[in-house]
């Protein structure tokens, strides 16, 4: 009995400890990111000295060379450059729009062209509207009410879910394939409606595919701002034979060559098992990629510098990836899964933010019911910094292609409220990122990377699903 009782002190005494040393660990995360980080710099001159950063373009291969250059000033253990073949669709001369409701009374609507459409012809497209709420609509018009029109894609994004993405999900078909969809009806055009949850003038771009659609019959399709919407919707109610114009320019070239950016801190007792953590380096063209991704990007640099200034050694080989071509073509993160397979590289974890620099609020993992418990342990070490989502769900774009790996995969979820008013628009700026909330998730990031490389996760659990 003696022993017994001696054996549940020591354990107890052994948790405590381990407990206070985990604690000051992600005190000292905290603290440094909150005093010293760097991530907001790194920001800084990702938006304000490089700007948009989109596939292909000049921008994006500054953008390579600059945190290549961020992350060997580091002095990781390796620093490389990872070559991806991506897509290169340019936008060309800004867009024009007008809604016209007599011969010569228009009135000018923001727009801009959806990520690989093709251009209009020279002069543009006239033609009447049909107002559809979503790609369903389109079978019960048919193409007697479609053919030679515009359609004008007008289904907005829930307002009463409070997961801003699962509003998004709910209504992007309509961007991501409206287009082919209505073309096989005869539509000369498509127009969507931007997904934000707030009334602006800011239309927001976006990927779209035309599937196997001939290039000779694929139609062009744009994003028309949420305030233009509401007023072409309304509009179109008072008088149904009105008339849209709209012009744009954009053109797709062939693929050119692009990089990943990698650095690694190699373990010290575990070196073969390797966790990495990351967000796309490519963005959109029409602001500056503060949120989406330059935020998740710097984030993700900071992760591996607040570990190593803070003097601690993973056991684990600690990666960042900074991926190429999220937006438009996934062609990153298939390139980094397609390598690790080539060399048989074991992943046990990955972590993705790609959800904007807002202020963090927990994670949401893809990973077995045993390693999510295994995960929620640690949810009380969170609780100072208000850190209390731990939850399965949706990990990142960019590291999914890694499922086939026995791993736990990871996002980052910061608060998503405004997150939509920015994305993919013109809005989507260096002065929207606060400071703290954007040091504060990196800090998160790195403390739950110190987590998991302390105490590891469960093996031999898929992902179901």
């Known amino acids: 009995m003696r022993t017994i009782l001696l054996l549940i002190l020591f354990c107890a005494s052994t948790t405590v400890f381990a407990q206070s040393e985990d604690e000051k660990q992600l005190k000292a995360i905290y603290d440094l990111a909150l005093t010293e980080g760097q991530g907001y710099d790194w920001l800084n001159h990702l938006s304000n000295q490089i700007g948009g950063r989109l596939s292909g373009s000049v921008q994006a291969q500054l953008a390579v ?90 289904r907005p994004m829930e307002p009463t879910l409070i997961s801003t993405f699962e509003s998004y999900s709910g209504c992007v078909d309509q961007r991501y394939a409206g287009a082919a969809e209505a073309g096989k009806f005869g539509a000369a055009g ?21 599937g196997d659609v001939p290039v000779a019959n694929r139609i062009p399709a744009a994003a028309i701002s949420t305030n233009g ?30 990089y990943n950016v990698i650095g690694e801190i190699r373990g010290t007792t575990y070196p073969n098992e390797i966790m990495i953590v990351g967000g796309h380096l490519d963005s959109w063209d029409l602001g500056d990629g503060s949120h989406d991704d330059g935020a998740g990007c710097v984030q ?30 996934l062609r990153g993160g298939n390139k980094y899964a ?40 640690w949810k009380g070490l969170f609780e100072p910094y208000l850190i209390h989502m731990f939850v399965k769900g949706y990990s990142g774009a960019d590291i999914r292609p890694l499922m086939d790996q026995d791993l736990v995969l990871a996002g980052l ?41 302390k105490y590891g996760t469960i093996p031999n659990t898929k992902i179901k699903g």
């Open 65 to 154: 060379d600059y945190t290549k250059a961020q992350l060997d000033s580091l002095g990781l253990d390796r620093v490389w450059l990872q070559p991806v073949m991506v897509p290169k669709w340019v936008r060309g001369t800004p867009e024009f729009a007008f809604i016209e409701t007599k011969p010569g009374l228009t009135t000018n609507v923001p727009i801009c062209a959806l990520g690989g459409s093709v251009a209009t012809p020279d002069g543009g497209i006239k033609a009447n509207i049909v107002e559809v709420k979503g790609i369903e609509d389109l079978e019960k018009l048919g193409r007697e009410k479609i053919e030679g029109k515009i359609v004008f894609y007008n």
């Open 229 to 258: 919407a509401e007023l072409l919707s309304a509009t179109l109610r008072l008088n149904p034979d009105i008339k849209f114009y709209f012009k744009q320019n954009c053109k797709q070239f062939d693929d050119v060559q692009s």
């Open 413 to 453: 979820r910061p608060d998503s409220q405004r997150y939509f008013d920015h994305h993919h628009a013109e809005n989507d700026t260096f002065e929207h990122v606060n400071k703290r909330e954007l040091q504060l998730g990196a800090a998160t990031m790195a403390s739950l990377v110190y987590l998991i490389d």
């Open 300 to 329: 993700s640099m900071e992760v591996l510098r607040l570990l190593k200034q803070t003097g601690y050694k993973p056991e684990r080989t600690l990666r960042v990836v900074l991926f190429m071509n999220e937006e438009n073509g």
């Open 190 to 210: 498509v127009i969507v409606r931007s997904m934000n949850l707030r009334l602006d003038d800011y239309p927001h771009t976006g990927s779209m595919s035309y």
């Open 338 to 377: 397609e390598v690790a397979r080539s060399k048989n590289e074991k992943h046990v974890f990955a972590l993705e933010s790609d959800s904007g620099g807002f202020t963090p609020r927990g994670f949401s993992f893809n990973c077995s019911d045993e390693n999510l418990a295994h995960i929620q342990q």
